[in-house]
């Protein structure tokens, strides 16, 4: 069994994804037929309510999808809010009301329906076809029995039932899609003067003064969070190398006889080719007729291989290679099906094959030139002998010191310098580390974690958590390893605790300044740009004035590369009021725009064919978006008063 998992750990989470977390994600197997009810209501609705416990399991079971989805990236503080907290009471809320309208209006599914839901789940299947063995296997990995995975699956189906057939019957009236698609496609020719505001930057005058103002003004949006210094210890590869001892020469090669293999080129072959296809489920006629056509172009190419090339391009049907010449590259032994290898590595050099039955046809192939087999000897290949050699003695030694550091950092939990000390490492430190993010170097100093070679290291959300955990930010002690990866291993520990403030104004005084700097000079930007629309007058000429870009066509399925405030803008006008200049505002300072027209927008195939069935699916979205609100509305929830303290965070888990 566990075997099976460890052969398809892909496959398994796959599963996981795809069965368990719609059936069982939030509520668990056994709350498709019952909430269990308790002292602690959060939600009553009708006649049962959303419990604590229901809540719990349920957050609990969104940390574990989450942290399995995102093993790096995942910070379970995202979840710590009363918006994601209440997301997730609604989401249970809504499942609620669901399973009570499925019991009360009798919803069921027949056991032929959930066999047949169950045999064409695709990854409980064998070769397209359903296998009990693996429907057995998936079972015991997610610790389920049969009875109680059908009868979330029945219970599930149950309840797709209730909404089911609202999405599956909502459709877009055709002229709605129409319109739409009109919409789309409609386009405007136009060109665009762009005013950047990086052009205006070098004009911009910010004094010292003006600095001391913004700093007075704006302190509360200069103010940092709460962050830490922090030492480190990195065990990676690099780590494990330094400092190996040298490797004798008869050890290399003792090695390099050990593993001659590993230093030969195989023999290989540039070749070129004609094809001649022969069609999939071809008749013997079919096929002899193309056989004739191959041997006619053989002759042709034994007579004069020089003209190789060019009957190649004149009538090879391979499209590929035809263009070039047949040209097929290098071809190096042991790559190719044995049959064609015997045929093409049997050649010299200029030599033509004859005609060879393989994929797609009949081949004949030119040697344009022939490499034989070589094998490196110990002093060409002694270079990499000894990095193999040596990465093997790092390896050895990376998980010799990684059983030492989780030791010696768990031993002597009040310093890293014991560890640093054994092993031969260096305490590194880095500033700048907050609960959610590194903060910029421009607010930090030079020793930022964000300017730091190990940035993304310390940016991971699990060194993050483990430096704001009790253990390291109040205890004060190293956090345990971190494995960041099969071949990345970091201990940290807390250097300074630097409350949130806000930083006294020398250290911030450049950041105010390039802040000034990039403003002023947007501003200066949008007063160019709207002095040269100005200028231009309500009456648009038959041509855009000097200073405009290239003429584009433009329509909301292809912007042509313009921003979305510059789109938006020209598609806003209607036709009949062209041509005209239009001014828009954009990130990168100001743009004036021409306008010459509009043009209807041309039939799209694809979007014709995909826009109707999107359309649907939204609609039917939108629509069961809808029924669910007025069943909601139907039923007497109530929010009970521990909710209000579970929305808040102060309510304790009470199932562990």
Same mark, same amino acid.
């Given at each position: 069994m566990?075997?099976?998992?460890r *052969? ?5 989470q ?7 977390v719609?059936?069982f ?12 009810s308790?002292?602690h ?25 989450l ?7 995942f ?11 209440k ?44 296998s ?7 079972l015991?990995?997610?610790?389920a ?6 009868? &979330?699956?029945r219970?599930?189906?149950?309840i ?7 999405a599956?019957?909502? $459709? ?12 789309l ?21 910010? $004094? ?35 400092g190996?001892?040298?490797v ?20 290989r ?6 094809l ?6 071809? %008749? ?13 172009i $053989? ?19 391979d ?21 064609l ?34 094998t ?47 092993? &031969?490492?260096?305490?590194? *430190? ?5 609960r ?11 020793a930022?974690?964000s300017a730091?070679p ?8 699990r ?12 205890d ?7 494995e960041i $990866?099969?071949d990345?291993m970091?201990?940290v520990?807390?250097?300074?605790l630097?409350?949130a ?14 802040r ?10 949008e ?9 231009? &007058?309500?009456?648009a ?9 290239? *003429?584009? *066509? ?9 921003d ?6 020209a ?14 505002? %954009? ?7 021409y ?28 629509e069961?978006?809808a ?11 109530k ?8 929305l808040? &965070? ?7």
């Amino acid at each position: 069994m566990f075997e099976f998992i460890r *052969t398809h750990q892909r496959l398994m989470q796959l599963i996981l994804l795809v069965l368990i977390v719609p059936s069982f994600g939030l509520i668990g197997i056994s709350g498709y037929t019952t909430y269990v009810s308790g002292n602690h209501d959060l939600v009553k609705v009708d006649g049962s309510a959303v419990t604590m416990q229901d809540f719990d399991q349920a957050r609990r079971n969104q940390l574990q999808q989450l942290q399995q989805a995102n093993p790096s990236g995942f910070d379970p503080s995202s979840l710590d809010n009363p918006a994601a907290r209440k997301a997730l009471l609604d989401t249970l809320v809504d499942r609620r009301v669901l399973v009570e309208t499925a019991s009360q209006n009798h919803f069921s599914v027949s056991d032929a329906v959930l066999r047949q839901a169950i045999a064409s789940i695709p990854q409980l299947q064998v070769n397209g076809q359903f296998s009990a063995e693996r429907y057995n296997e998936v079972l015991k990995s997610i610790g389920a029995t049969s009875k109680e995975f059908e009868q &979330g699956r029945r219970a599930e189906m149950a309840i797709d039932r209730v909404l089911g057939p609202v999405a599956m019957t909502a $459709s877009v009236p055709k002229p709605v899609a129409t319109s739409l698609e009109q919409a789309l496609t409609d386009e405007r020719v136009l060109s665009v003067h762009a005013y950047a505001a990086t052009d205006y930057a070098k004009d911009v005058k910010v $004094s010292d003064q003006d600095i001391k103002d913004w700093y007075e003004h704006n302190k509360q949006k200069l103010k940092l969070p709460e962050q830490v210094s922090a030492q480190y210890l990195l065990l990676n590869e690099a780590a494990a190398m330094q400092g190996l001892p040298a490797v004798s020469t008869d050890d290399l090669k003792k090695y390099y006889e050990q593993n001659k293999k590993r230093f030969v080129t195989p023999a290989r072959v540039r070749l070129s080719h004609i094809l001649v296809e022969v069609p999939v489920g071809a %008749t013997e006629a079919q096929r002899h007729t193309a056989l004739g056509q191959a041997e006619k172009i $053989s002759k042709e190419v034994h007579a004069d291989t020089s003209r190789f090339a060019e009957i190649a391009r004149k009538q090879s049907q391979d499209a590929g290679t035809a263009s070039k010449g047949g040209d097929l590259g290098w071809i190096t032994k042991g790559s190719w099906p044995a049959k064609l290898e015997q045929a093409v590595f049997a050649l010299k050099k200029g030599e033509v094959s004859g005609v060879v039955d393989g994929p797609g046809g009949y081949h004949i192939f030119l040697a344009e030139d022939v490499q034989p087999q070589q094998t490196e000897t110990f002093e060409q290949a002694r270079a990499k002998v000894e990095s193999e050699v040596r990465r093997q003695l790092g390896a050895d030694r990376f998980a010799d010191m990684a059983t030492k550091l989780t030791s010696l950092v768990y031993d002597n939990a009040s310093s890293l310098q014991p560890a640093a000390d054994a092993l &031969g490492m260096k305490i590194r *430190t880095a500033d700048g580390i907050a609960r959610d993010r590194l903060l910029p170097a421009v607010e930090v100093g030079p020793a930022a974690a964000s300017a730091s070679p190990d940035a993304s290291l310390l940016d991971d959300a699990r060194v993050r958590r483990a430096l704001f955990s009790s253990q390291v930010l109040t205890d004060k002690q190293n956090s345990g390893v971190i494995e960041i $990866s099969s071949d990345t291993m970091v201990v940290v520990r807390i250097a300074k605790l630097t409350p949130a403030q806000v930083p006294e104004l020398g250290k911030v005084s450049e950041l105010i300044r390039h802040r000034l700097v990039a403003e002023r000079a947007q501003a200066a930007a949008e007063q160019a740009g709207q002095a040269a629309l100005a200028s231009y &007058g309500k009456q648009a000429p038959a041509q855009a004035p000097t200073g405009f870009g290239a *003429t584009l *066509t433009v329509s909301r399925i292809d912007a042509q590369g313009l921003d979305k405030q510059v789109l938006d803008a020209a598609l806003a006008v209607p036709g009949k009021d062209l041509p005209q200049f239009k001014g828009v505002k %954009t990130p990168q300072g100001y743009s004036v725009l021409y306008i010459q027209k509009a043009v209807p927008g041309k039939p799209n195939p694809s979007l014709q064919a995909s826009l109707p069935v999107e359309l649907a699916q939204a609609w039917g979205q939108a629509e069961e978006h809808a029924v669910l609100e007025a069943l909601k509305a139907q039923a007497k929830i109530k929010l009970m008063p521990q909710a209000q303290k579970v929305l808040a &965070g102060e309510a304790d888990d009470q199932n562990g």
